[in-house]
């Protein structure tokens, strides 16, 4: 699964930029860097307005019309790959309302349930990572308010991923956002076949703090590596 991520960037405008998305200015002066983005927070997804790619902001954890509460969107906030085409949660908007998601990195956590060790796992070059989601445009019952969730899809861990988490998040290559954002009839084959776990050398990771535990914290020390846990202590690859 995938349940806190990072997008540590300062400038929203330079993430629309590496996907040629447009980004509306008022949207982007509310950004600000995140180092511990738990399910139902503000975040950003890329998806097509006709033929032309946006930025928009949105809220993780998916909602279907059904849903009555916002919260609920906390159990949605992953999408399991080998199921997201028929589930009905998600079925709709893997048909036509596929996004992306930008982030710099995500966390997963191993060891005793009393004393969980986090790791961040980012790219080689700390470089934007783009991940497979959907989206859905839910209305606050009471409020009348719409507004964009989304859902990060998991596939099975790769071989780097696996002796921590048995699950990870799709990492898209770039060269194939184009074809993961295209929804136009007959191209759910190919959506399904880029469900598959990233190679593991676009990925490494570290130990971080334990302060990521708690989704109060949120500053840039969260992704310095942790100098109390050495990684030979581990015994795991850290190198990619």
Not at 83 to 97: D, E, G, I, L
Not at 107 to 114: L, S
Request: with cysteine; hydrophobic share 45%.
């Amino acid at each position: 699964m995938c349940g806190r991520f990072t997008l540590s960037v300062r400038q929203l405008a330079e993430v629309a930029a590496e996907v040629e998305a447009f980004l509306d200015p008022m949207d982007a002066s509310t950004h600000r860097p995140r180092f511990n983005i738990a399910p139902t927070s503000r975040h950003w997804l890329v998806r097509l307005d006709g033929a032309r790619r946006e930025l928009v902001p949105a809220h993780w954890g998916l909602l279907n019309s059904w849903a009555t509460v916002r919260s609920a969107g906390a159990k949605q906030c992953n999408a399991r790959a080998e199921t997201v085409s028929v589930k009905p949660a998600f079925r709709a908007a893997f048909r036509s309302r596929r996004c992306v998601v930008p982030l710099d990195g995500f966390y997963e956590w191993h060891g005793k349930k009393t004393a969980r060790t986090p790791v961040w796992f980012h790219a080689p070059d700390r470089s934007i990572l783009w991940l497979a989601g959907l989206y859905e445009t839910w209305t606050e019952p009471v409020t009348g308010a719409s507004f964009p969730t989304f859902t990060l899809i998991t596939t099975q861990a790769n071989a780097l991923v696996a002796p921590i988490h048995d699950r990870m998040p799709v990492v898209l290559a770039r060269r194939d956002v184009a074809g993961w954002l295209d929804a136009a009839p007959g191209t759910l084959g190919r959506a399904q076949a880029l469900l598959v776990p990233a190679p593991a050398n676009a990925l490494t990771f570290f130990s971080v703090s334990r302060r990521v535990n708690s989704v109060h914290e949120d500053d840039p020390s969260l992704i310095e590596a942790a100098p109390e846990v050495p990684e030979a202590q581990l015994g795991l690859r850290f190198d990619g």
